[in-house]
Each structure stands twice: as C-alpha cells, then as structure tokens.
C-alpha cells in the first residue's frame, strides 16, 4: 500500500497537539522506521494510519483513499489487508498459539489451504519450535509479544503497521523479529515500524540489503533523516 499524508495535524480532547502540520510518504512496498522518544506521539500516529485515530485536520490517503471517508463495509474490507502490531494488543488468554493465529487468518479470510504448517514454519523460524499447543499463561512475555507479532504477519498483510515491537524482547530475539520483518517486505508488504529505541538505527546498518526510510517524531513534527541503504 501506498501512504501520503499533508497538513496532518492531531489534537486530543485534552488540547495535547501529537502532529502539527505533519507530512509523510510511503511508497508501495517500502519500508519506514519512525524513531522517536517515549510519548512523542509515535502510537497515535500508527493508529492513525490503522483508521483508529481519525486526524484533527489534513490529508490522509493510503492507495489513494481516504479511509476515513470509507463505509464500515469498506473499513472492513480494508482492514483486512491490515496488519497491527501494537503494546495494548493481547493473546486470546484460553486459546492456544496455533488457535490464535489461525483465528487471524480467518478474520481475515485468508485460505486454511496448508495453515497449520505455515504456521508451524512461521514459528520455527521466530526460535518457537514446540509453542504451537501453548497457552498464552505458558509463555513468557518476550514470546508472547513475538507471537503477537507473527500473528499480524502470517497473512502477509499488504501494510502491516508495527508500534514498538521489539519492546520486551531481549537482542537475539529482536534481531529474528526484525528479519521476518524484512523477509516479509521482500514479499512486498508496506512496513511502517516506530521504536524509541534510538540505538536501533545504528543496529541495522549493513544489515538488511534494502533502503530503509528513517524518519525522526519530534514536537508534532515528522522530519527524514537521510535515507540509508542497508
């Protein structure tokens, strides 16, 4: 998916301004890192291109749509093409790993035409080898956000939309999770990541073999950094 986004602008109830004449583009297919520090505004900004948070003022258009002007037919039809990685997401708590990610996939309509196994495999490459049968009580936190994680990716969403998603993983951990996240844009997925892990973009230098956009949240503003060939 396509994004583009001018004069974006976001004022809570409480008259906290998050954006303020905020511009932003993702090509189909790219891949964004928004790095910013805690509270900066970075989760609403996510939920905003997710259709959760509808912006003050400005434009917003994925594809060339404004989905804030969609019916709820239309939301959901969209939605579907969505992946969301976000810290207030949970498990199902009485459902296994297996259950929870095939109920993913049937929300979004994806074909159960050799599920159990891509499932199987998805896990095995996350380091998951055996948590298929889990419940959510079984694992730890790290697994259980790494299963959140999987569970937003195993129907390789055409934009998957991921908010601080190595937050409670330790380094080896987020270095697997941070190559599904490329091997899934290979597959041509739109990634719009955040972390306030500043460090983070030093890390991936010369790790992934693809142009990342970096773009710094700072006082309602989004401005690039300069984009680096990895």
């Not at 270095?175 to 500043?198: C, Y």
Request: glycine share 10%; aromatic share 8%.
């Amino acid at each position: 998916m396509m994004i583009q986004a001018f004069h974006l602008t976001k004022i809570h109830p409480s008259g906290v301004k998050v954006l303020e004449d905020a511009y932003f583009s993702a090509p189909e297919g790219s891949f964004t890192v928004v790095l910013g520090e805690s509270r900066t505004g970075k989760s609403t900004f996510l939920k905003m291109l997710g259709g959760e948070e509808k912006p003050t003022s400005g434009v917003l258009k994925i594809d060339h749509k404004d989905i804030y002007a969609f019916s709820e037919k239309e939301k959901q039809q969209w939605l579907r093409e969505v992946g969301m990685i976000f810290p207030d997401l949970k498990l199902f708590p009485d459902k296994t790993v297996e259950e929870n990610i095939h109920f993913i996939l049937r929300a979004k309509g994806a074909s159960g035409e050799g599920e159990k196994e891509a499932i199987a495999k998805l896990l095995s490459n996350a380091g998951l080898t055996g948590k298929l049968s889990s419940k959510p009580v079984g694992l730890s936190s790290g697994e259980q956000r790494m299963v959140l994680a999987l569970r937003a990716m195993i129907f390789r969403p055409r934009l998957l939309l991921a908010d601080d998603p190595f937050q409670g993983l330790d380094g080896p951990s987020t270095s697997v999770l941070f190559r599904l996240f490329l091997e899934l844009n290979k597959l041509g997925s739109t990634i719009v990541l955040s972390t306030q892990q500043m460090a983070f973009r030093d890390a991936a230098q010369g790790k992934s073999g693809l142009s990342i956009q970096w773009v710094k949240l700072d006082q309602g503003k989004l401005e690039p950094l300069e984009e680096s060939a990895s």
